[in-house]
């Protein structure tokens, strides 16, 4: 059974760093995508990046292109995501996702885990 462990988030100010971690067990997770969705209260939740497992290839959505950056340690199972000049509307709980499809990263459809969720919350 796949499970998906998260920690890393907190409370920061505007323009800070954050490190997510997401720890996988239950599989060797080669051939799976691997990604990040985030939900704030009142919203859907949505895309944020995602990694393919083997190939490392990576997809971001637009609202944090260039900001926030999605990686993977194979060796110890757990995929990151390095998250910097933090803004408050980057405040929600970020979920890990894990999948055995490696077309549409973005849809939370193609994922077949789920993490509990860590919250993150950045005051301006």
């Known amino acids: 059974q796949v499970q998906l462990v998260e920690s890393g988030g907190g409370l920061v100010q505007a323009g800070d760093s954050l490190r997510l971690s997401c720890a996988a067990s239950?599989?060797?997770?080669?051939?799976?995508?691997m990604g990040w969705f985030r939900q704030a209260p009142g919203k859907e939740r949505e895309f944020v990046a995602a990694i393919n497992w083997s190939a490392g290839n990576t997809y971001e959505a637009d609202s944090v292109k260039g900001r926030f950056t999605i990686s993977r340690d194979m060796a110890k199972n757990t995929v990151y995501l390095q998250m910097d000049s933090l803004k408050p509307e980057d405040t929600a709980v970020y979920y890990c996702?894990?999948?055995?499809?490696?077309?549409?990263?973005?849809?939370?459809?193609?994922?077949?885990?789920w993490g509990q969720g860590t919250q993150v919350t950045i005051s301006s």
């Open positions: 996702a894990a999948s055995k499809r490696l077309t549409g990263w973005a849809r939370r459809s193609t994922y077949d885990y």
């Open positions: 239950g599989s060797t997770f080669s051939g799976y995508a």
